[in-house]
């Protein structure tokens, strides 16, 4: 913690479970995984685990990441809109050069492309760059500084200019990055049989189909920037457990929940979330109890953040391939640091009770 101001210590304790596991077909992650949450909400663990047992009985969640990107959103003032107008065909024509100096202050940032806004007197310029497995806001800060210091000794007739115009919207929600994507784009999908829905939930389809449009009514009226239910519950739950900037929540609140129904009478349901900000590198994702947690997800190292993004996005791979039911926990290192660091941090240790398991889940032979 060298660059924390006033370090006193860990002293606020966050009770920490585990959920799943939850099978999930991603691409960068695909298996059966476990997800730790930090939450003071006492049910959470237990309502994500119904959710999840019934995913799991319909062959899981697939999921998607179809877009990454992080911003930066310098604006440049100028005496009248026509001279925005020409520098704005300027910045394209000498993009080329633009990228150079914004690349050459890190290894990793990449700038992608940069998106223009005109209005009045001013041209907005949203950098997009990717930015590894870093969030990476500091990252492309650092690069639009130099990429602008660039644009300022080149370009004309440059009254005012200022590296956040306000239009990244960094740690707000706003409708441009549902629309343009800050961080992670992801969707989560699945078939619900119609039977598993009614004997473990206890609904039809067509109630949950017909109560979604309802919602998307409330949605509308309440300018909420989510017609689902609480995502940013799981979201902050496992932000906290694995190092993230739990401010992002702001962004990664976002959610367009969108539900149908088959002829047979089968759920669909899905979530995007247009932009999930995770990291796997930087920030708290080094701090002692968080790297445990990436590290029973599988998302400590090089080139994990599409993992952790994949889906929902949050979950560890663990094989459950034996037939005795053992649990693939107790075999991780990891987790046996977890084990014995949550006695040394209890004030009564835990205790072992027997348990009368009460339903089991086996995934389906995939070939």
């Known amino acids: 913690m060298s660059t924390f101001d006033d370090f006193v210590g860990y002293q606020v304790a966050i009770p920490t479970g585990l959920i799943g596991p939850i099978r999930v077909n991603g691409v960068h992650a695909h298996g059966d995984y476990y997800v730790p949450l930090a939450t003071t909400e006492g049910t959470l663990v237990a309502s994500y ?53 914004a690349e050459g202050t890190s290894s990793v940032a990449k700038l992608l492309y940069i998106d223009q806004y005109l209005s009045n007197k001013m041209v907005f310029l949203r950098f997009n760059y990717s930015t590894g497995d870093a969030a990476g806001q500091n990252m492309v800060g650092r690069a639009t500084f130099a990429a602008c210091s660039w644009v300022l000794e080149n370009a004309a007739d440059i009254r005012h200019f200022y590296l956040e115009s306000n239009f990244a919207t960094d740690k707000k929600a706003s409708q441009i990055n549902i629309m343009r994507t800050r961080g992670k784009r ?58 993230q900037d739990v401010a992002n929540v702001s962004e990664s609140s976002a959610g367009v929940v969108y539900t149908e129904v088959s002829k047979a009478g089968d759920l669909y349901i899905s979530i995007t979330i247009p932009s ?12 002692p109890t968080q790297r445990e947690c ?67 889940y086996e995934p389906p032979n995939r070939g």
Request: charged share 20%.
């Open 49 to 101: 685990n119904r959710g999840i047992k019934v995913l799991n009985l319909s062959g899981g969640v697939t999921c998607t990441v179809v877009g990454d990107c992080m911003q930066r959103a310098p604006v440049f003032v100028f005496d009248s809109a026509r001279e925005a107008r020409n520098f704005s065909k300027w910045v394209d024509d000498n993009l080329a050069e633009i990228r150079e100096h």
């Open 276 to 287: 999930l900000i995770v990291a796997t590198h930087g920030g708290g994702t080094a701090l």
């Open 186 to 243: 992801v969707t989560a999908e699945a078939w619900i049989p119609r039977d598993v829905l009614i004997q473990h939930m206890r609904v039809e389809p067509e109630t949950l189909h017909y109560h979604a449009g309802i919602s998307n009514v409330g949605a509308f009226l309440s300018g909420a920037n989510n017609n689902g239910c609480h995502s940013p519950n799981g979201i902050t739950a496992m932000f906290i457990a694995t190092g």
């Open 294 to 360: 990436l590290e029973i997800l599988g998302c400590v190292g090089k080139n994990r953040v599409h993992k952790l993004a994949d889906g929902t996005s949050y979950v560890h791979q663990a094989e459950i391939a034996t037939a005795d039911a053992r649990n693939p926990l107790a075999a991780m290192e990891s987790f046996k640091r977890f084990q014995q660091g949550l006695g040394e941090r209890c004030v009564e240790p835990p205790v072992a009770v027997d348990l009368t398991p009460v339903e089991s």
